[in-house]
C-alpha cells in the first residue's frame, strides 16, 4: 500500500519541538488508516511565514528557518521509524507543486492557501491518542551509546536524575523564568542523587551558573537529547517543548513535565481540553510518565525520584 503523505508548511507551523507532536499525532493516524498506510512520506515546505511577531527580532527569517530544519526538523524525523522519505521544498519552487499530490494530512490542506491554528494543536493530538498510543519514537543505538557515555563521564551514572531549563523570552504566557528555580531544587536533590543539567539551547554560549554537571551537548543535538531522556531514571521539564521527546517514546523512563504557566495553560483548563492530572495524555495503559500542572518543589521532586527509583 502506497505511504501516507504528511506536509509540515513553515509558514504556518512552527520551527520547533511541535514538530513531533505532529509527526506523533499523524503516525497515529496512519496505523488507524484501513488498511493501515505502510509507513510515511514527509514533505516539508517553508516560505515567508504567516506566523505575525514570531520572527520580529531575528535578522532574517529565511536563515533560522533553514537552520531549524537542517538542526531540528530533519533529526527529528529520523526519531520516528514509519518515516520512509523526507522532501524538503521552497515554496516558491515548481517541484513543490509538482510533488504536491494527494495529502493524507493535514486534511484539507493547500499549499496555495495554508491556514494559521487549523492544522495542529494539543487537544486535536490528545484526540488521536485517546484511540491509539501515539508514543512512536525511538532513539538509534549510536545515540544511545554517546549519551550513556556522555551521563557516565558527568555524573559517574548511566541513569542520572535530568533537569532540562528553558527560559522563554519570546512567549510573553510562559516566559516564567523558573532557571534558578529549578537550579536550587536540582542542587538540593544533589545530595542524595546523581543530577545533570540540559541547559536552554540559548544559554549554551554564555553558559549556566551552577556547580552541577552540565550536558550542553544535548542542547544542539536533538537525537543526544531524545537518547538522555530515554536513558536518565527522571526527566525534569519545565515549560518545554523537548519535553515531547520524552514523551512520545514509549521506552522513556519516568518523566515528569510542569506546566504551571500562569493564566494561559491552566489546571482547569488542561482538564477541560481532556489532560487528566498526572497522566502522560499521549499515551495508552500504564505509563510511568506524568503531566503536573502545580509548581515543582522540592519535596515534590524528590517523590517523584523516589518513585521511579522504587520502580
Not at 55 to 62: E, P
Not at 93 to 102: H, N, R, V
Not at 149 to 174: A, C, I, M
Not at 274 to 301: C, I, M, R
Request: aromatic share 10%; proline share 4%; charged share 25%.
Amino acid at each position: 500500500m502506497k505511504n501516507f503523505f504528511v506536509v509540515y508548511d513553515l509558514r504556518v507551523l512552527p520551527p520547533t519541538f511541535d514538530f513531533l507532536c505532529f509527526i506523533c499525532m499523524a503516525d497515529g493516524l496512519r496505523r488507524l488508516s484501513s488498511p493501515p498506510f505502510d509507513g510515511i512520506d514527509l514533505a516539508i515546505i517553508y516560505g515567508e511565514s504567516l506566523r505575525g511577531q514570531e520572527f520580529a527580532n531575528v535578522a532574517s527569517q529565511a536563515d533560522l528557518i533553514l537552520h531549524r530544519i537542517h538542526s531540528m526538523l530533519l533529526p527529528m524525523a529520523s526519531l520516528l521509524p514509519s518515516i520512509k522519505s523526507i522532501s524538503v521544498f521552497d515554496v516558491k519552487s515548481t517541484s513543490a507543486s509538482i510533488s504536491l499530490g494527494d495529502v493524507s494530512f493535514p486534511k484539507n490542506y493547500s499549499a496555495n492557501n495554508p491556514e494559521l491554528y487549523k492544522y495542529y494543536k494539543n487537544n486535536h493530538l490528545i484526540k488521536v491518542a485517546e484511540k491509539i498510543d501515539i508514543r512512536a519514537l525511538e532513539c538509534d543505538d549510536a545515540s544511545l551509546n554517546t549519551a550513556r557515555r556522555l551521563l557516565k563521564r558527568l555524573s559517574g551514572h548511566e541513569n542520572p536524575v535530568v533537569f532540562t531549563l528553558r527560559n522563554n523570552t519570546q512567549s510573553h504566557d510562559r516566559s516564567r523564568d523558573k532557571i534558578k528555580e529549578y537550579l536550587d531544587i536540582a542542587e538540593k536533590l544533589s545530595v542524595e542523587f546523581p543530577i545533570v543539567i540540559v541547559p536552554d539551547t540559548s544559554d549554551v554560549a554564555c553558559g549556566v551558573q551552577t556547580d552541577l554537571p552540565i550536558c550542553y551537548e544535548a542542547s544542539i543535538d536533538v537525537k543526544i537529547r531524545a537518547a538522555i531522556g530515554q536513558l536518565s531514571k527522571v526527566s525534569f521539564f519545565s515549560n518545554n517543548g523537548a519535553s515531547a521527546t520524552s514523551a512520545l517514546n514509549k521506552k522513556s523512563t519516568y518523566y515528569v513535565a510542569d506546566f504551571a504557566t500562569g493564566t494561559r495553560f491552566t489546571r482547569e483548563w488542561m482538564e477541560k481540553e481532556g489532560w487528566t492530572y498526572n497522566w502522560n495524555p499521549f499515551s495508552q495503559g500504564e505509563s510511568h510518565q506524568v503531566y503536573d500542572f502545580d509548581s515543582l518543589t522540592f519535596e515534590k521532586a524528590r517523590k517523584f525520584i523516589t518513585l521511579a527509583v522504587n520502580q
